[in-house]
């Protein structure tokens, strides 16, 4: 059986839709997920918060870690900000409820 869905994601699965809410921290010094802030997930990005630099590597680790390419990883809320809402369409794998396990065994 399956993992629920953590509150930070939502699975449609009869759109074959994934709804992330996430926190981003741009100019870290490695790309990856770094646990829950608030109600969303916190995701590390190397890349700098300049010319939608930040946003593009967002698309593509998400891309990456969900089996999709990038042109299924749609930015809707966020494009300015720290706080962001991604859909992913028709996804391959789910990492999202092994970050949530990961990030529950944190202390």
Same mark, same amino acid.
């Given at each position: 059986? #399956?993992?629920?869905?953590?509150?930070?994601?939502?699975?449609?699965?009869?759109?074959?839709?994934?709804?992330?809410?996430? *926190?981003? =921290?741009?100019?870290?010094?490695?790309? $990856?997920?770094? $646990?829950? *802030? $608030?109600?969303?997930?916190?995701?590390? /990005?190397?890349?700098?918060?300049? &010319? $939608?630099?930040?946003?593009?590597?967002?698309? /593509?680790?998400?891309?990456?870690?969900?089996?999709?390419? =990038?042109?299924?990883? &749609?930015? %809707?809320?966020?494009?300015?900000?720290? @706080?962001? %809402?991604?859909?992913?369409? #028709? !996804?391959?794998?789910? !990492?999202?409820?092994?970050?949530? @396990?990961?990030?529950?065994?944190? !202390?």
């Amino acid at each position: 059986m #399956a993992a629920p869905d953590p509150a930070w994601a939502r699975y449609d699965g009869a759109a074959d839709v994934l709804t992330l809410r996430v *926190h981003v =921290q741009p100019g870290a010094s490695r790309t $990856g997920p770094a $646990g829950i *802030h $608030g109600d969303r997930l916190k995701i590390r /990005l190397a890349a700098p918060p300049v &010319e $939608g630099k930040a946003n593009a590597a967002l698309r /593509l680790f998400i891309a990456d870690a969900f089996a999709v390419p =990038q042109r299924s990883v &749609e930015l %809707t809320a966020g494009e300015l900000s720290r @706080q962001k %809402t991604l859909r992913v369409s #028709a !996804p391959k794998l789910r !990492p999202d409820r092994e970050w949530a @396990q990961d990030s529950a065994k944190a !202390p």
